[in-house]
């Protein structure tokens, strides 16, 4: 198309538009253009010829609701849509057309025909660590709108607070709603602030005008009302619906605990009851039961759940959380509506009618698609952005793990597993912010932004790997829109990004930044760089153990944050090695090549120098490339019991030197290791070996008495080395 459509300071709108759609756009330009409505004279704005077509999910073609088309030729822009969801993306995509234009005030003629991918475009919101306002919920909603998202999912209830005011159980909000104390810190540490919490929850009024805003905007609002687990807040105001007398006090703690609700019958109708206020006050078409981590501590010593798996032919307590799930959702069904939850639902059998989030990896939403059951993806490894986004050691702290902006923008939502049958059950994406280590809106801020915009285009079916620098220049220009708008984002892809990669001498260390390579300086011996430091032109050997420091300046000016890394260099530092299992998809990344990088982890952020191994054992071999002398093995295991992490059980040391027959040199017991404090160093005796071979055991199911009990222990995993 040729031409340019010439900004002006007055718009003329066409009549028949949809009038709160068209406020909205109005009000984003109000301090710019004046607005007024004629008769299609100059710029109009013309709701689609198409007669309305209004579908609910996930009928065939009910994408098509969001479909739009905007014309921009010289004297007119046009927008057809079938349906005012439609035209409300169409003005989205216009906004962003004019922000990008409206200095040179001319915007090049063009013909976009646009619709999303997938049906299910979601952020979550965890309001129950950490409270945040009326206010701020909008403001969170009017970024969800900013980048065409379509599902607000609210985490109203959980361990360390109940948010939602249920008038026929008061004592949720009043007992419910705070908490003595909060941890502050990291896990490891626990320290606690030793100021009450609270008490802090939406009135049903408050939840009126939240979810009326969001339906302005063409967003659902999911609420989120946990069960059977995550019931402290519920049980300390009424201890009656737990197997155990109590009593009971809303954590203080982050974490899983083992008392949850007991299924029996006046806890079926306290959730029946609480259900009926929540789905009057939130009209979506889903409503998330939660269903994660459920500890089976209580109901196995419960003499009522006990009965109840015999009554039933339950096969166990996994049988037992089945039946609980299929009785709230035959409940939810009798209202009209249906259940979704995380991807534990799946334990024991999942409800006949239930949609899976899939959070643990993608093999809940596999599982559920092939049964056909609906799923909305959200992996950890690509979906959580309570996870560090940057070097954890420039960022705020984080919960773990290790989601950068480039990593979310990989994900796809169709997992390979599937055939295009099986594809159709794939609702979307969701990303999900959990809010134990965010304090503040503020915090919500830097941890969503930029990500938000990755998801939005994976959501879109826009995303592409291959694009991404281009994709990164767009994230950076959408910059000046945050700023304009007071958002505190992550300015993390302007640090320096290090990378170990291997080389003929053992590892190497690779720097890169989204701005121009030139400007990154380093140094080799832990002091800060400086303008006149070494200039960064190819990757930097790392024979011996150094400190690397780097940074991005431009013009002589520090752009960047200070990034260090200490290296730790041994006999097997970047040489061949391989696992007999994989780790866990949330703690990956780097791989097997992790274990060998010259990087110790840290024990306080478990983002990118760990590998996690959930009910796995550790079996690793180690090409040292010749036969090398060696006494000492070592490595690092942790322990953070609250988050399932256990020390590792025993470690076995073998040899070889044709990596077939090994010969075990050492065996380790539980209380080495934990006497080291899972710092383990072995010695193992003057050795001539080309292979090592170290098995290093999970502690297996999670006792009783421990957070997690039952559940698959986690075994974290970092540098093997030797000398």
């Keep these: 198309m040729q031409g340019e459509f010439t900004i002006p300071e007055n718009f003329i709108l066409a009549q028949n538009l949809p009038k709160e759609e068209t406020e909205y756009f109005k009000k984003h330009f109000a301090k710019v253009f004046s607005f007024k409505y004629g008769n299609y004279e100059g710029v109009h704005l013309i709701?689609?010829?198409?007669?309305?077509?209004?579908?609910?999910?996930?009928?065939?073609?009910?994408?098509?609701?969001?479909?739009?088309?905007?014309?921009?030729?010289?004297?007119?822009?046009?927008?057809?849509?079938?349906?005012?969801?439609?035209?409300?993306?169409?003005?989205q995509t216009l906004i962003q057309i004019i922000d990008q234009y409206k200095d040179t005030k001319k915007i090049p003629a063009m013909k976009i025909e646009d619709q999303p991918k997938f049906a299910w475009r979601g952020m979550h919101l965890d309001v129950c660590r950490h409270f945040f306002t009326v206010g701020e919920v909008k403001q969170y909603i009017d970024y969800l709108a900013m980048y065409k998202l379509n599902t607000f999912h609210w985490h109203l209830t959980d361990d360390q607070g109940w948010r939602i005011e249920i008038k026929k159980y008061p004592k949720l909000t009043t007992v419910g709603a705070k908490r003595k104390e909060s941890m502050i810190g990291a896990y490891v540490d626990n320290t606690f602030d030793g100021k009450p919490y609270g008490p802090y929850f939406y009135t049903q009024d408050q939840i009126k005008e939240v979810v009326k805003y969001a339906t302005e905007?063409?967003?659902?609002?999911?609420?989120?009302?946990?069960?059977?687990?995550?019931?402290?807040?519920?049980?300390?105001?009424?201890?009656?619906?737990?197997?155990?007398?109590?009593?009971?006090?809303?954590?203080?703690?982050?974490?899983?605990?083992?008392?949850?609700?007991?299924?029996k019958d006046e806890t079926f109708k306290f959730l029946e009851n609480v259900l009926d206020e929540v789905m009057t006050l939130f009209p979506?078409?889903?409503?998330?039961?939660?269903?994660?981590?459920?500890?089976?501590?209580?109901?196995?010593?419960?003499?009522?759940?006990?009965?109840?798996?015999?009554?039933?032919?339950?096969?166990?307590?996994?049988?037992?959380?089945?039946?609980?799930?299929?009785?709230?959702?035959?409940?939810?069904?009798?209202?009209?509506?249906?259940?979704?939850?995380?991807?534990?639902?799946?334990?024991?059998?999942l409800a006949p009618n239930a949609a899976v989030m899939s959070w643990t990896g993608i093999k809940g939403g596999?599982?559920?698609?092939?049964?056909?059951?609906?799923?909305?993806?959200?992996?950890?490894?690509?979906?959580?952005?309570?996870?560090?986004?940057?070097?954890?050691?420039?960022?705020?702290?984080?919960?773990?793990?290790?989601?950068?902006?480039?990593?979310?923008?990989?994900?796809?939502?169709?997992?390979?597993?599937?055939?295009?049958?099986?594809?159709?059950?794939?609702?979307?994406?969701?990303?999900?912010l959990w809010t134990e280590y965010i304090l503040d809106f503020k915090s919500v801020q830097y941890q969503v932004f930029p990500r938000m915009m990755a998801l939005s285009e994976v959501g879109?079916?826009?995303?592409?790997?291959?694009?991404?620098?281009?994709?990164?220049g767009r994230v950076i220009n959408q910059f000046k829109v945050l700023d304009k708008m007071g958002v505190n984002y992550a300015k993390s892809i302007y640090n320096i990004n290090g990378k170990v990669i291997p080389n003929n001498n053992g590892v190497a260390y690779e720097l890169s930044t989204s701005q121009n390579p030139t400007g990154i300086r380093y140094t080799l011996d832990g002091t800060t760089p400086t303008a006149n430091s070494q200039v960064y032109q190819n990757s930097i050997p790392v024979s011996?153990?150094?400190?690397?420091?780097?940074?991005?300046?431009?013009?002589?000016?520090?752009?960047?944050?200070?990034?260090?890394?200490?290296?730790?260099?041994?006999?097997?530092?970047?040489?061949k090695i391989t696992l007999e299992q994989q780790p866990s998809e949330n703690y990956s990344f780097g791989g097997a090549f992790t274990l060998i990088d010259g990087i110790i982890g840290n024990i306080k952020q478990l983002g990118k120098t760990w590998l996690g191994f959930q009910g796995k054992d550790v079996v690793a071999t180690i090409d040292l490339g010749q036969k090398t002398q060696f006494s000492e093995v070592y490595f690092n295991t942790l322990e953070n019991k609250g988050s399932w992490i256990h020390l590792a059980k025993s470690a076995m040391i073998s040899v070889s030197d044709d990596g077939k027959n090994f010969k075990i040199i050492k065996e380790i017991g539980k209380d080495e290791i934990l006497n080291a404090k899972g710092k383990i160093k072995i010695n193992v005796g003057n050795q001539n070996s080309k292979y090592i071979k170290i098995k290093i055991e999970n502690a297996g199911i999670i006792p009783a008495g421990n957070p997690g009990a039952d559940s698959k222990a986690w075994l974290f995993v970092d540098e093997i080395g030797a000398n």
């Design 47 to 91: 709701e689609s010829p198409y007669p309305p077509r209004i579908s609910h999910l996930p009928i065939k073609g009910e994408v098509e609701i969001e479909k739009y088309t905007i014309n921009i030729s010289s004297k007119k822009i046009i927008i057809n849509s079938y349906t005012k969801q439609g035209y409300f993306l169409a003005l």
């Design 217 to 263: 905007r063409h967003i659902t609002v999911v609420p989120e009302i946990e069960m059977p687990g995550h019931a402290l807040a519920a049980l300390a105001a009424y201890p009656e619906l737990a197997c155990t007398k109590g009593p009971f006090e809303p954590a203080t703690k982050w974490g899983v605990f083992d008392d949850v609700f007991c299924p």
């Design 284 to 349: 979506s078409k889903y409503i998330h039961i939660g269903g994660d981590e459920c500890p089976k501590t209580r109901w196995k010593e419960c003499a009522h759940c006990q009965e109840l798996i015999k009554k039933n032919n339950l096969k166990d307590e996994h049988g037992l959380q089945s039946y609980f799930i299929q009785k709230i959702e035959k409940y939810v069904n009798s209202k009209g509506r249906k259940i979704i939850g995380w991807d534990e639902i799946l334990e024991g059998g």
């Design 366 to 432: 596999v599982e559920a698609a092939k049964s056909g059951h609906f799923a909305v993806m959200t992996p950890g490894s690509y979906c959580y952005f309570d996870h560090y986004q940057g070097d954890p050691q420039t960022e705020p702290l984080a919960f773990g793990g290790f989601t950068p902006l480039d990593k979310v923008y990989s994900y796809n939502p169709i997992p390979e597993e599937l055939n295009a049958e099986q594809a159709k059950y794939i609702l979307g994406v969701q990303a999900n």
């Design 460 to 472: 879109w079916g826009t995303s592409d790997s291959k694009n991404y620098k281009e994709f990164e």
């Design 544 to 575: 011996k153990s150094m400190t690397i420091k780097s940074a991005y300046f431009e013009n002589g000016e520090l752009k960047s944050a200070i990034s260090s890394q200490e290296f730790t260099t041994s006999k097997t530092t970047g040489k």
